[in-house]
């Protein structure tokens, strides 16, 4: 899954192609996202922070179930 990297929620304004939307995100740090994988009883999370050629950062997890 990948995750917006930050705190709380927001709206977030996008233009990306072309047509503006609003699009609503809940944020999330890399412990936060793997512990709430591990909640979920996924095995073996891993974790990858990742930043977009536009400057977004976003937490990437994945796990085994």
């Known amino acids: 899954a990948s ?6 929620e927001q709206e977030v ?3 990306k192609y072309g047509q503006s939307a609003t699009r609503f995100f809940s944020f999330y740090s890399e ?3 793997k512990d709430l994988f591990k909640q979920a009883g996924f095995k073996d999370v891993s974790s990858l ?3 977009t ?4 950062e976003w937490v990437q997890v ?3 179930k």
């Open 53 to 56: 050629e536009t400057g977004q």
């Open 13 to 15: 304004e996008d233009d």
């Open 3 to 8: 995750l917006k990297k930050g705190e709380g």
């Open 31 to 33: 412990k936060e996202a």
């Open 49 to 51: 922070l990742y930043t």
């Open 62 to 64: 994945w796990g085994r």
